[in-house]
């Protein structure tokens, strides 16, 4: 009898031993995994930092490689256009030398869209100081860059009508004499409030373009007109415009409810307060503002960029007129790689996000696009 008790007892803390055994065991290997995940997530959170510091030093090294290969084209661009303006002036007003630079400004004006794009690209890790930094100097170049290309295309009046008309004669003294009250003096213009004024002329800036119009459905401007020009259009309402060349610059301000057809534009395309309109234009970077209820159908060589605009539609370029491959040929859009067009490339300035699509703009489904000519 006393034997068997203690085989029972023997066998019962043998039982216990190895519940016990299983137990430290469980907790030993409960312990080893959470240190091997506690291991991992160290060694991703160490790549992700070794990641991001790379990518930043490659950012540095190619951003200031690229910046310095710029900064000495537009000092050779100020020289050439020294030169070339003399040239001009030897050659009796023929435009080739002057032709020859302002491919080259736009050549080079192709490498600074280039270099704000891996600015922007760059955003998610550099320090806002830092994108303040090399923004500011992106900006000296584009500053260069703009005053070289100013330099080498002739100052004109500045017009925003779309028909030219003739000037009317001084009137002579006999016929202040015989009808005075038709002789009005003109009303001078205010100055200090230019925003009093019914035209706003600005010679320096802008050579041609449109102003403070509505309910025209025929304005027009040639090439001859536009060509490696500053085009402003602005104050616009229920109108069609047609600009058949290739303008350097554009500006769209205050479009509403209207049609702006454009040829292939050389550099930039600038948009603000836009409502309801659609636009066709070629261009190398487009910048749209608080902008809304807005179709664009567009080229674009580098990618275009929004910010305060929502609900607009965009679709490739779909303007035709007899010259408008000549155009884009001088314009220099096609480049060394032709037919490139980021139309679909839109950089949303108030969508922080990388993984997702901005809400703000759609592409115009395929059976709603329209042609124009």
């Not at 002329?201 to 102003?211: I, L, Q, V, W």
């Not at 402003?232 to 509403?256: A, E, F, W, Y």
Request: aromatic share 8%.
């Amino acid at each position: 009898m006393s034997s068997a008790v203690d085989i029972t007892t023997l066998a019962a803390a043998g039982s216990g031993e190895e519940e016990s055994r299983r137990a430290v065991e469980a907790r030993m290997a409960a312990r080893e995994q959470e240190r091997l995940a506690e291991m991992q997530l160290k060694r991703h959170e160490k790549e992700k930092r070794t990641n991001q510091h790379e990518t930043m030093d490659y950012f540095l090294y190619t951003f200031n490689d690229e910046y310095d290969a710029i900064a000495a084209l537009t000092q050779e661009l100020t020289v050439k256009a020294k030169r070339s303006k003399t040239d001009h002036a030897a050659a009796g007003g023929s435009s080739q030398s002057i032709n020859e630079v302002l491919g080259s400004v736009r050549d080079v004006q192709s490498r600074i869209d280039l270099l704000q794009q891996s600015l922007n690209d760059a955003t998610r890790f550099l320090p806002s100081k830092s994108i303040e930094h090399y923004t500011a100097r992106i900006k000296g170049l584009q500053t260069t860059v703009n005053s070289t290309r100013e330099s080498l295309i002739p100052k004109q009046k500045f017009s925003f009508k779309s028909k030219r008309t003739t000037a009317k004669p001084e009137p002579t003294a006999d016929a202040v004499a015989e009808n005075p009250v038709d002789v009005v003096a003109e009303k001078p213009v205010d100055v200090a409030n230019p925003t009093e004024n019914v035209e706003v002329r600005d010679e320096n800036k802008f050579s041609c373009g449109f102003y403070k119009r509505s309910n025209e459905s025929n304005l027009e401007m040639s090439p001859e007109e536009c060509n490696n020009q500053d085009v402003m259009i602005q104050d616009i309402s229920n109108c069609k415009i047609r600009v058949v060349g290739n303008p350097s610059t554009l500006h769209l301000h205050n479009i509403q409810s209207s049609l702006i057809l454009i040829g292939p534009v050389s550099t930039s395309v600038f948009l603000s307060d836009c409502r309801d309109s659609t636009f066709a234009f070629g261009c190398q970077q487009m910048r749209c503002h608080s902008t809304q209820r807005c179709t664009f159908y567009v080229h674009i060589t580098a990618r275009g960029i929004i910010e305060d605009t929502h609900s607009v539609f965009i679709s490739p370029y779909s303007f035709s007129y007899p010259q408008v491959e000549q155009h884009f040929q001088m314009s220099g859009l096609l480049g060394n790689s032709a037919g490139t067009n980021n139309w679909n490339k839109i950089d949303d300035f108030n969508w922080l996000s990388k993984s997702e699509k901005s809400p703000n703009w759609s592409e115009l489904p395929e059976s709603e696009r329209e042609s124009f000519q």
